[in-house]
């Protein structure tokens, strides 16, 4: 079983930039594809950004051009880094592990999820 914690959540002014880290535990997770989601008051949780074990990224059309997912498979670690914020872009942020089948956009295919931290833009 796979622990994951989520930090560098926190307030920021519209335009502003956060950098957000997870951290994998309990077993490497180089070979699975790593993904962000968010979840706002309200509302379902959204796919962010996705990066698999080769390299290759994935993004929400809502955050593409913005967001960047990198991952550091020696330290068991994926980042989100998160430019030009925007008020909508306030919610709770969640990574997770993929399970080997699956679309990669849709919550249910993921079997371990972090705690999440949250994002506040203010406008």
């Known amino acids: 079983q796979v622990q994951l914690v989520e930090s560098g959540g926190g307030l920021v002014q519209a335009g502003g930039s956060l950098r957000l880290s997870c951290a994998a535990s309990?077993?490497?997770?180089?070979?699975?594809?790593m993904g962000w989601f968010r979840q706002a008051p309200g509302k379902e949780r959204e796919f962010v950004a996705g990066?698999?074990?080769?390299?290759?990224?994935y993004y929400a059309e809502v955050v593409k051009g913005r967001f960047t997912i990198s991952r550091e498979n020696a330290k068991n670690t994926v980042t989100l880094q998160m430019n030009s914020l925007k008020p909508e872009d306030t919610a709770v942020y969640y990574c997770?592990?993929?399970?080997?089948?699956?679309?990669?956009?849709?919550?249910?295919?993921?079997?371990?999820w972090g705690q999440g931290t949250q994002v506040t833009v203010s406008s």
């Open positions: 309990g077993r490497t997770v180089s070979n699975n594809l």
């Open positions: 997770a592990v993929k399970r080997v089948l699956g679309n990669y956009a849709f919550p249910r295919s993921y079997d371990s």
């Open positions: 990066i698999d074990w080769s390299g290759a990224t």
